[in-house]
Every structure is written in structure tokens, then in C-alpha cells.
């Protein structure tokens, strides 16, 4: 597996490439602009690309959407100022968000979740994507909602742990079952909810209130 690094920095691009070659086991590369940028794409044909968003200040998102276009999986490097909306950059087809200020610790969690087929929020990030996610779509003609006895008892118990921020590794340790059986029932119940994202299942499970008995507080 090859992982391109964009940064504008070389110091900080080698740096993540290194760090990322040494604890996920890839094959990595650094570069530095855009235009290195797209002729590794070109030359190396990488399964994944990381990009700082300073790379492209104030156009991110259409960086991002190029990506997608291409069928290119990045995951997009930023940070909590503001500048840059998370929701806009899963919504232009970032296949993840990771935050600077979170170091290689986090960077490498959202590197193996997307190496896994899943979209990557930090769960400490995933009330602020919500909200976003919320804001956009407030105008827009509302769908009928997908109905949730569709779902089994299992599928709905991740479905709220999902709501709770809960990646495929937390749920397998709360259900006691493996990280595989876990992100089975997470794609059944995307496909019979028509949701096409994790993010998407978590909006779902706390807009109508479904909670996991497993994270409830108890009372002596």
C-alpha cells in the first residue's frame, strides 16, 4: 500500500510520511505543492493521500473534490479554527477528516479506519460535523425517514453506539464480538437505512434519539 503526504512544510511532509511508514506499515512519499502533488498520483497511482489544508488555503474542499473525482481516497489534515468546515470536506468526498493538533496518534487512527473502508471522524469531532451536517441540509425538502424497525436488535445496538462516536474497534469490545462481525452489521444497517456513511448513521441515531443501553450510567 503507498500513502502520499501533502504538506507545505518538507520537514513536516517527511516527518508525517516517516511516522506513517514506521506505524502503519505503509510504503510512504512526501511532497509539498499541488502540482507534486498530482504527478505522484499520476507516477505512483497511491490507495491513499494525505493532505494538509494548508496545502490549498481557502480551497480545500475543491482540492478534495478533485480527489474524489479521480477516484482518489484522501484524508484531509486540518485544524479547529474554523477556516475550513469539517462537514464541507466529507461533503465534497474526503474519505476522512484528521486533525493536526491531534499528532501522529491521530493521524495514524484515521489512516487504518479509511485502510479499513470507513470514513474517519475523531469522535471528539463528531458533534461539531453533526451540526454542520444539520446547518446544510436545513433548507433542503426532507426525505421520508428510513425506517428503523428494519433493523435488527444487534444492528440497532451499533447503530447507537455509532451516535455515541463509537469506532468498528469499540463497538467489537462493547458487543464482544470481532472487529470483522462489527463492520458487517454497520454496512447491513447503512444499506437498510440508505445511508451512505458512518457519520451519516451517527446524525441518524442521535436525531431520533436511539441511545445504547451499554453506555447508560447506573444507579446503585
Known amino acids: 500500500m503507498i500513502v502520499v503526504v501533502a504538506h507545505p512544510s518538507p520537514p513536516v511532509a517527511t516527518g508525517m510520511a516517516a511516522a506513517l511508514g514506521r506505524d502503519v506499515g505503509v510504503s510512504t512519499a512526501s511532497v509539498t505543492t499541488v502540482q507534486e502533488l498530482w504527478e505522484r498520483i499520476a507516477r505512483d497511482k497511491p490507495d491513499l493521500v494525505v493532505v494538509d489544508v494548508l496545502l490549498t488555503p481557502g480551497q480545500a474542499p475543491e482540492l478534495s473534490g478533485q480527489l474524489a473525482r479521480r477516484q482518489v481516497k484522501a484524508i484531509m489534515l486540518t485544524r479547529t479554527d474554523g477556516a475550513v468546515p469539517f ?20 493521524l495514524t487512527a484515521a489512516v487504518r479506519t479509511v485502510m479499513e473502508g470507513h470514513t474517519h471522524v475523531p469522535s471528539h469531532l463528531l458533534g461539531s460535523v453533526l451540526h454542520e451536517m444539520i446547518v446544510d441540509r436545513r433548507d433542503q425538502q426532507p426525505a421520508p425517514a428510513p425506517r428503523i424497525d428494519n433493523l435488527s436488535p444487534r444492528e440497532r445496538e451499533v447503530l447507537a453506539l455509532l451516535g455515541h462516536g463509537a469506532d468498528t474497534r469499540e463497538i467489537a469490545t462493547h458487543l464482544v464480538i470481532s472487529p470483522h462481525t462489527a463492520k458487517t452489521h454497520i454496512n447491513r444497517l447503512l444499506g437498510k437505512l440508505g445511508l451512505s456513511s458512518r457519520t451519516e448513521a451517527a446524525a441518524y441515531a442521535i436525531t431520533h434519539g436511539i441511545r445504547s443501553s451499554l453506555l447508560e450510567p447506573t444507579h446503585d
Do not use: E, N, P, Y
Open 87 to 106: 462537514f464541507s470536506l466529507l461533503q465534497s468526498g474526503a474519505a476522512g477528516i484528521a486533525l493536526a493538533g491531534d499528532g501522529v496518534a491521530g
